[in-house]
């Protein structure tokens, strides 16, 4: 019998890597004819290093504002602050340099401008299908590995539900983004290894999924063994500018199949709730509930499972064990109780996390929250 699928391919035109951020960014911006260039960065990078200033001189009298108070996880408060600023600057492109949650909230803010939304409660008119398509894009260099710049959904949290809720429009995705390693040497080391087990669970459970493609798991593969390679040598040597490209490029890799239709599972879908309810950062979401997902799942997908444990450089042995020793390696928490969490919570998690996109789509069926709580049982 054949097999058959769908791949859907992004509105992103280019991407750049191992040149100069600043220099990518005049270059992109002088392609598309942009005049009047907003950007959203991240405030510590502005205060704190030359990085946001080499690219407002990159791109002269171009800039025509800055914002850089964006909370993590994206609040909806601080998408409208953006959007309010940005529409006063009569912006014709966003640039972001930042985090995934500078990179999410630009997205939204390109909703916003389309649809004339400049309230809160605003933002509910663009979480339906018919919203208006952005006409000011994006343009995004990263600073961390989540990848987000590389999918056109953008989460952002909802201050009076806790709940993080996505947009999304095949136009929100960045035109350009730009992965210049030099920009990341700025990142908490923490942060910086997180997010890269944030990129290695996007191909964990991109290959796992039961909606895999060839062309999917091809990337999602490679991106594993880039990731698996290039974190360790970064905490070994921070210098090393080419291994942390490597793990850029890894991380791109990561999102072939996210960004092609592929849902992700289980370990993604408690990480949205574990950011929401109780701001544990995304990366370290993936670290604590990724390896309890692959044993839970094991019974379903264990010719899945031998294939990362083959990309990680273990052939045969168990893909659970596998991340849980990588994972421990790099230093980050591998427990619910490492990052505050007891089981009196697991009933609010587990119901909650039912309602995300990718819990229903975990690749052993879930068919409520008794099942969940199983899971975080193994994460407790």
């Known amino acids: 019998m054949l097999t058959s699928g769908r791949v859907v391919f992004t509105a992103m035109e280019e991407v750049h890597y191992g040149k100069p951020a600043a220099q990518s960014v005049a270059e992109v911006v002088t392609a598309h004819g942009a005049e009047r260039v907003f950007l959203m960065v991240s405030g510590t990078l502005n205060r704190e290093t030359d990085e946001i200033e080499k690219v407002r001189r990159a791109l002269g009298n171009k800039c025509v504002g800055t ?4 909370p993590p996880h994206s609040p909806r408060s601080a998408v409208i602050a953006a959007a ?5 600057a009569r912006a014709d492109l966003i640039v972001t340099l930042g985090g995934g949650s500078i ?17 809160v409660d605003g933002l509910d008119k663009v979480r339906n299908a018919d919203v208006k398509a952005p006409t000011v894009r994006q343009v995004s260099i990263p600073t961390t590995l989540s990848a987000g710049e590389f999918s056109g959904i953008a989460g952002v949290t909802n201050e009076a539900t806790r709940v993080k809720e996505l947009f999304r429009h095949p136009l929100t995705i960045p035109q350009a983004v730009i992965l210049d390693p030099e920009v990341t040497r700025h990142t908490p080391m923490w942060l910086f290894l997180s997010t ?6 996007h191909c964990v459970e991109g290959v796992c999924s039961n909606e895999s493609t060839e062309f999917t798991n ?4 490679h991106g594993l ?9 970064v905490k070994a040597d921070p210098s090393d500018m080419k291994a942390r490209l490597d793990c850029q490029i890894g991380s791109w890799l990561s999102m072939g199949g996210l960004a092609a239709g ?3 599972g289980a370990s993604h879908g408690i990480g949205y709730v574990l950011g929401a309810v109780f701001d544990v950062p995304h990366g370290h979401t993936s670290c604590i509930m990724l390896p309890s997902v692959m044993r839970w799942n094991k019974s379903a997908n264990a010719d899945r499972q031998a294939l990362i444990a083959n990309a990680m450089g273990h052939p045969g042995k168990d893909a659970g064990d596998v991340l849980d020793d990588f994972i421990r390696g790099l230093g980050m ?22 309602g995300t996109p990718w819990v229903p789509r975990n690749p052993r069926k879930i068919d409520g929250p008794a099942q969940v709580r199983e899971i975080l049982e193994l994460a407790a």
């Open 67 to 70: 914002f850089d108070k964006m």
């Open 84 to 88: 309010a600023q940005a529409r006063e």
């Open 103 to 119: 990179t999410d909230a630009a997205k939204a803010v390109q909703l916003c401008l389309a649809n004339d939304i400049s309230t």
């Open 196 to 201: 890269g087990i944030r990129a290695v669970d």
């Open 218 to 221: 091809a990337s999602a593969l």
């Open 225 to 233: 063994a880039m990731l698996a390679r290039g974190l360790p040598k």
């Open 262 to 264: 592929v849902p992700m």
């Open 333 to 354: 928490p591998r427990s619910l109780s490492e990052v505050k969490i007891g089981k009196e919570h697991f009933d609010r998690i587990s119901a909650q996390a039912m």
